[in-house]
């Protein structure tokens, strides 16, 4: 387990991004202001490096705002209550890398919602189809035969 040195003589390097707090153990930096009202400017160490609180809550804030973008199509699909969820989440977070996939999963996320069953209407559509097709044929052969039977009787 690492443990934090405190460092009094060390001064910080510019630009001055530190750790901000109130407890009797921080050390004052040497040109801060005496008139803070208890809160006092520190330098930490850890492991020889320098821990600087300010810029890694930027870069916690930065890199939320880059995986809500990266997945920004599975949010959309999730707020917009799409049944296909987990596909189009599935299909961000392994092609979403490419400019192209990230496009095509926004798009699919931003159409409305496939009906339940779509297998059985296609079913039932292509049935209509073809019974509509099976009855025009039909007719149309019941017309040609009554035309040929009606140019037969003289």
Known sequence: ???LMIDPNRRPPTPFALVVGRSARTLRAPDADPSDNGQSLFIAR????????????FEIVALAAVVA???LPALIADRRRRHDLLVIAVFNAVLGWTVLGWALALV????PNPPRDLGG??????????MLSFSR???DRV??????SAN???
């Open 143 to 148: 017309q040609a035969r009554e035309s040929r």
């Open 137 to 139: 044929r039909l007719d």
């Open 1 to 3: 387990m690492k443990t």
């Open 108 to 111: 699919w996320s931003l159409q």
């Open 69 to 71: 973008l990266y997945f």
């Open 46 to 57: 850890f492991s020889g490096e320098q821990i600087m609180v300010s810029r890694s809550v």
């Open 121 to 130: 209407q296609t079913k039932v559509r292509s049935r209509r189809i073809g």
């Open 152 to 154: 037969r009787k003289p």
